[in-house]
């Protein structure tokens, strides 16, 4: 599987954003998958993950109610719909694919196998 994210770019406190990630492959609709960041100096953390259905979702504590995250498997493409944006929301942004797909959703970046090229999001005070 190969993802390419896309969308991110410099918005003010209080705005919206919506990134994308496109998968290639045919294997797209049977794979769990994630929105993972990473801010300068930090490791990368988890944000999202949606189910290969679509049906279960999870979310970090710090976006909860905030983001969501979506997927279309006709299209092979993953959303994460950012509304309330924060300064400490500032960080590049990463799709990610788990090729066991089990549940619970994974949350640990080390239990994805695939990862985008990451797409950088700056949210200005």
């Known amino acids: 599987v190969q993802l390419q994210a896309f969308g991110g770019g410099l918005v003010q406190a209080g705005g919206s954003l919506r990134l994308s990630c496109t998968a290639s492959?045919?294997?797209?609709?049977?794979?769990?998958m994630a929105w993972f960041r990473q801010a300068p100096g930090k490791e990368r953390e988890f944000v999202a993950a949606?189910?290969?259905?679509?049906?279960?979702?999870s979310y970090a504590d710090a976006v909860k109610g905030r983001f969501t995250i979506s997927r279309n498997n006709g299209y092979s493409v993953l959303w994460l719909q950012m509304t309330n944006l924060k300064f400490e929301d500032t960080a590049v942004y990463y799709c990610?694919?788990?090729?066991?797909?089990?549940?619970?959703?994974?949350?640990?970046?080390?239990?994805?196998?695939?990862w985008g090229q990451g797409t950088q999001v700056t949210v200005s005070s």
């Open positions: 492959g045919r294997t797209f609709s049977l794979i769990n």
């Open positions: 949606i189910s290969r259905g679509g049906g279960t979702k």
């Open positions: 990610a694919a788990d090729r066991s797909s089990t549940t619970p959703l994974e949350r640990y970046a080390s239990d994805y196998d695939f």
